[in-house]
């Protein structure tokens, strides 16, 4: 399954929840356009919700990085929600999980952007 | 990249059939998906009139996949560390140490032209993982 992304606002907070799989040609390029609009619109404060990302490669892992890093260059601010187990175990194993700000509750993620 | 997703389930397959479990069928399938991956993109630089070519097998004690490409070939010893510092937040460079991660041994050898990975799983003696 492709990569679907539904946008809400939370407080000032926009989530991106995303189903499906960050992959080369199957999502990257969908996320990154997402997440360059946002900063584009003047948004700083997105929230990734992962609960629904069954699949993710190496290039969608970079895809992380970049969109956290375009944020951050922005001055805005990028965090992850509700890792999957696979995608929490690939997170480890590169050292990402040292780089992002990890949230299990969306609460929590929300009250950590103020 | 078509092909990618077909050496992918391929492999899937074979791991399920071998009775491995969800996690180990998903590391196999990633790692086989990564190689064919850099094949097709590092090796043959997406050019159409050069192949990738692919071998599965379950020899009763390993899962053995081969996947050469016919490009310029690379030194697999030289390759910047992904888990180092200064390439933590890089956007490429983690197929390799994935694939190195997720498997008990890869293999490199140059063909000239191109590259082979042979990734190997170790089986139990009734097909399931040591």
């Not at chain 2, 009775?19 to 399938?29: K, M, P, S, V």
Request: net charge negative.
């Amino acid at each position: 399954m492709a990569l679907a992304i539904a946008s809400r606002e939370v407080d000032g907070v926009t989530v991106l929840d995303l189903s499906g799989r960050i992959t080369l040609g199957e999502g990257s390029v969908q996320l990154r356009d997402a997440i360059r609009d946002l900063i584009g619109k003047g948004q700083r404060r997105i929230l990734l919700d992962l609960g629904e990302v069954n699949y993710i490669d190496s290039s969608g892992l970079g895809e992380l990085v970049s969109a956290f890093t375009t944020a951050k260059n922005q001055g805005a601010n990028l965090k992850l929600l509700k890792l999957t187990k696979k995608v929490h175990d690939l997170l480890q194993l590169t050292k990402l999980y040292t780089v992002f700000d990890i949230y299990d509750d969306e609460a929590s993620a929300i009250a950590s952007f103020k | 990249m078509e092909s990618v997703g077909q050496v992918e389930t391929a492999a899937d397959q074979l791991a399920s059939e071998a009775g491995l479990d969800e996690d180990q069928r998903f590391h196999i399938a990633m790692a086989v998906r990564e190689a064919a991956i850099n094949a097709v993109l590092h090796g043959n630089e997406y050019d159409p009139t050069r192949q990738i070519e692919v071998s599965l097998e379950n020899t009763g004690t390993d899962l053995v996949f081969k996947i050469a490409d016919q490009g310029n070939g690379f030194d697999p010893d030289h390759l910047p560390d992904p888990l180092a510092a200064e390439n933590l937040l890089r956007g490429t460079g983690r197929g390799i140490f994935l694939i190195r991660s997720l498997m008990d041994e890869v293999h490199f050898r140059q063909l000239h032209p191109g590259t082979e990975l042979t990734l190997i799983k170790h089986l139990g003696q009734r097909g399931e993982e040591t």
